[in-house]
T-cell receptor
Framework: GESVGLHLPTLSVQEGDNSIINCAYS??????FIWYKQESGKGPQFIID?????DKRQGQRVTVLLNKTVKHLSLQIAATQPGDSAVYFC????????????FGKGTKLSVIP | EPEVTQTPSHQVTQMGQEVILRCVPI?????FYWYRQILGQKVEFLVS????????KSEIFDDQFSVERPDGSNFTLKIRSTKLEDSAMYFC??????????????FGPGTRLTVL
């Protein structure tokens, strides 16, 4: 079936550098995408979302880019900090037709001090 | 900042026993969800709940599972006869309102269920 997946299972980044986490999705009907951060032993924490009528959205130190042509989503973290170390999931939803979020497997981000 | 809470944080049970996992969603939210995450795997959708009834459920959510909103604050997931493969983290989530487009789901810290 269609699914959300991640290109890189692990990513190590030097503190202060920018991080880019990628995600591919295959459900062309999905129109809402969310990035979640999950620290060890905790639940997914909302970071940023984007709707399919946009191609870029910025938050505090984070930017999400959506390329619908190639069905690709990315999360950019500026000036990565040790506290950013976690597993990052992208999730997709067809919010007008379904209540469920479909999650990717996750990318583990490790920040090197 | 309002948050979703879940109890217990860890539940250990014997195979075949019933368990009830409890959640208190964010107070003004209208949509409630349960997800599970088997160790090392993706977060998987189980069920969504709105207006005191199930809106959508996945294949995982079979007859052994049920959900209930017994009062104005709690949202529970019951597993009637637990199996070894039910061992996982169970996350509750809630969201405000879908049609406006502001349906971001906020997750609780999870309950770790261990079935022996």
């Amino acid at each position: 079936g269609e699914s959300v997946g991640l290109h890189l299972p692990t990513l190590s980044v030097q503190e202060g550098d920018n991080s880019i986490i990628n995600c591919a999705y295959s459900n062309s009907a999905s129109d809402y995408f969310i990035w979640y951060k999950q620290e060890s032993g905790k639940g997914p924490q909302f970071i940023i979302d984007i709707r399919s009528n946009m191609d870029k959205r910025q938050g505090q130190r984070v930017t999400v880019l959506l390329n619908k042509t190639v069905k690709h989503l990315s999360l950019q973290i500026a000036a990565t900090q040790p506290g950013d170390s976690a597993v990052y999931f992208c999730a997709e939803n067809f919010w007008a037709g379904s209540y469920q979020l479909t999650f990717g497997k996750g990318t583990k981000l490790s920040v090197i001090p | 900042e309002p948050e979703v809470t879940q109890t217990p944080s860890h539940q250990v049970t014997q195979m075949g026993q019933e368990v009830i996992l409890r959640c208190v969603p964010i107070s003004n939210h209208l949509y409630f969800y349960w997800y599970r995450q088997i160790l090392g795997q993706k977060v998987e959708f189980l069920v969504s709940f709105y207006n005191n009834e199930i809106s959508e459920k996945s294949e995982i959510f079979d007859d052994q599972f049920s959900v209930e909103r017994p009062d104005g604050s709690n949202f529970t997931l019951k597993i009637r006869s637990t199996k070894l493969e039910d061992s996982a983290m169970y996350f509750c989530a809630s969201s405000w309102f879908r049609e406006s487009g502001t349906d971001t789901q906020y997750f609780g810290p999870g309950t770790r269920l261990t079935v022996l």
